[in-house]
């Protein structure tokens, strides 16, 4: 079984899929914003071996490096740095893998997500994933939009492909 997740400080989209790309768990752990990051970590920990399903490889959405258009300070770009690693050791621990962090750009790209300039990258990731498994629930909010964490779950389904495809390549 593949582990693919998508870490953010708030949110962490988890999927789980077999080599063959079937995609058998797909959901986003909601973080409360008052745990500390060791917290939030050891929920994580408690999800995935909670799911029970024996992990051959993991593949995480790589943290940003780069700032953002404003949006993205130095403190919460450290601070996801931070936590990213702490996950990354976590899961090694859990399941006795190295994971392997993946840039989401080289995701995208690697599975076929093609996201034009100007366009919602955030909306091509979630239509891709339903176009590729129908049975990926998308719910709205009263605006129309997907709700929050649908785009994480997305990411994580992105990421397990992309791993998926990277094994293939490297023939493991």
């Known amino acids: ?15 789980i899929m077999k080599e063959d790309e079937e995609l058998v768990f797909c ?3 909601k ?7 060791s ?3 050891l929920l994580l920990e408690k999800f995935i071996k909670d799911l029970k399903y024996k992990i051959k490889h993991v593949f995480i959405e790589a943290p940003f490096i780069m700032f953002s258009g404003g949006k993205t300070t130095a403190n919460t770009m450290a601070k996801l740095q931070r936590f990213n690693g702490m996950c990354s050791f ?5 399941f006795g893998v190295e994971p392997l962090l993946i840039p989401a750009n080289k995701a995208r790209k690697t599975v076929g ?16 994933v339903q176009q590729k498994y129908p049975n990926f629930q998308v719910y709205y909010t009263r605006h129309g939009n997907p709700k929050p964490g649908t785009d994480d779950k997305a990411d994580s389904v992105v990421i397990a492909l992309a791993g998926i495809k990277i094994l293939e390549i490297n023939d493991v």
């Open 1 to 15: 079984m593949i582990l693919g997740l998508d870490i953010s400080t708030t949110r962490i989209g988890v999927s």
């Open 27 to 29: 959901d986003v752990l």
């Open 31 to 37: 973080m409360n914003s008052s745990y500390t990051l």
């Open 39 to 41: 917290d939030r970590c």
């Open 90 to 94: 976590m899961v090694r621990n859990t």
């Open 113 to 128: 997500v093609i996201v034009k300039r100007g366009m919602c990258t955030k909306t091509n990731v979630i239509n891709f």
